[in-house]
């Protein structure tokens, strides 16, 4: 259960920060339930949050979560918000994230040190690729790109 997102807000707001709204358990639990009611209640009550950078979606999608869960999902928080963009991050591991153009707007790239190829160096053109399909690809600071509220 989420406590009071708005007070974290507010105080990231007074700090003069800008912070990832981590939906990441929550479309989970709704890819299994069905119900996106939680999500959808959060992204309408703080979607013009002056602290609110974005959505991140979910983290590391895998078989369980096809790319169409992840982009009904993306769907509906793009229903009620248009303007924020949609954060997803995938392992560095190209063929994760190939598909992923239709569920976010900023695909974040974890880059482990055990698999982590340089994608901007050893493979250009998945970066050309990504870049166009008019989303931009970055890599993820590890827990500092969500805030989460759980």
């Known amino acids: 259960m989420y406590q009071d997102p708005g007070a974290w807000l507010d105080k990231a707001a007074g700090a ?14 709704a890819f299994a339930s069905g119900d996106y009611s939680q999500i959808e209640g959060l992204v309408a009550n703080y ?24 982009a009904a999902a993306y769907q509906r928080v793009k229903a009620i918000d248009a303007s924020n963009k949609v954060y ?5 591991d190209p063929t994760a994230w190939v598909n992923a153009g239709p569920y976010t ?15 901007h ?3 250009p053109w998945e970066a050309a690729t990504w870049s166009r399909l ?17």
Not at 16 to 29: E, P, V
Not at 88 to 92: F, I, K, R
Request: no cysteine; aromatic share 10%.
């Open 16 to 29: 003069g920060l800008k912070i990832l709204f981590d939906l990441d358990s929550l479309t989970r639990q």
């Open 121 to 123: 160096e050893s493979r």
């Open 134 to 150: 008019g989303r931009a690809l970055v890599d993820q600071s590890s827990t500092l790109t969500a805030f989460q509220f759980v």
């Open 47 to 70: 979607k013009d949050h002056p602290a609110l950078a974005g959505w991140y979606l979910i983290d590391e999608p895998l078989a369980s979560n096809t790319h169409a869960n992840v």
């Open 105 to 119: 707007d900023v695909l974040m790239i974890d880059r482990y040190p055990i698999y982590a190829p340089d994608y």
């Open 88 to 92: 997803v991050t995938h392992t560095s």
